[in-house]
């Protein structure tokens, strides 16, 4: 089983519907929680934070459910440039020589927007 | 600010042949580290560093060296190329908290 497993989508999605995609993880000790948004053929982005409180930017809602060990991306009023592969990554503790973290990364969900 | 400035964006080779992938960045960042990107697979670490003089395994170093003799580079050595190394590679540069990775462009290797 992957660390961290997403549903590879892709998500075909009208312009301006909502559209959520959930990532779930296997470790407990997972510390922290991202969601990183990669455009075609381009380096990963950050796109927002987790927090256990939930985290809202503009039209971008996220969620953390420790219990269930999932994360959730809500997208509201989806644009045309919201298209891209969405990443989710959980930083976890380990005890490697002179390291207590690391970043374990999904395969990413494709979001493809549609006029 | 540059960030993270990764060469070459593009490279063929032949099986067999060695080359270096370059990384820099001028954030001052401890830690950086290098990963490969392949289809319907997540990044996957190859090696990492916490500090100058520092490196460590990630989870496939198999076919990689690297070495980190200054806080702003960390370049990428393939020994002997093999067909299965043909993927995107990525250096990433992560803040002191490890609240963000810094990616360089990105490096689109074929190994013919």
């Known amino acids: 089983r992957k660390e961290v497993e997403q549903d590879p989508g892709p998500f075909n999605v009208p312009e301006g519907a909502t559209v959520a995609f959930n990532c779930t993880y296997s470790?407990?000790?997972?510390?922290?929680f991202f969601w990183y948004r990669q455009d075609c053929r381009k380096e990963p982005k950050l796109l927002m934070s987790v927090y256990s409180s939930g985290n809202e930017d503009g039209r971008f809602t996220a969620q953390l459910n420790r219990a269930s060990q999932y994360i959730s991306l809500l997208i509201r009023d989806s644009k045309l440039s919201d298209s891209a592969t969405y990443l989710c990554?959980?930083?976890?503790?380990?005890?490697?020589?002179?390291?207590?973290?690391?970043?374990?990364w999904g395969a990413g969900t494709k979001l493809i927007i549609k006029p | 600010n540059a960030g993270v400035t990764q060469t070459p964006k593009f490279q063929v080779l032949k099986t067999g042949q060695s080359m270096t992938l370059q990384c820099a960045q001028d954030?001052?960042?401890?830690?950086m580290s290098w990963y490969r990107q392949d289809p319907g697979m997540g990044l996957r670490l190859i090696h990492y560093?916490?500090?100058?003089?520092?490196?460590d395994q990630g989870e496939v170093p198999n076919g990689y060296n690297v070495s980190r003799s200054t806080t702003e580079d960390f370049p990428l050595r393939l020994l002997s190329a093999a067909p299965s190394q043909t993927s995107v590679y990525f250096c990433?540069?992560?803040?002191?908290?490890?609240?963000?990775?810094?990616f360089g462009q990105g490096t689109r290797l074929t190994v013919v």
């Open positions: 470790n407990s000790a997972s510390q922290s």
């Open positions: 560093s916490v500090g100058a003089g520092i490196t």
């Open positions: 954030m001052n960042h401890e830690y």
């Open positions: 990554v959980v930083n976890i503790r380990t005890w490697l020589v002179d390291s207590n973290y690391q970043l374990i």
């Open positions: 990433a540069s992560i803040d002191t908290g490890y609240t963000e990775a810094f």
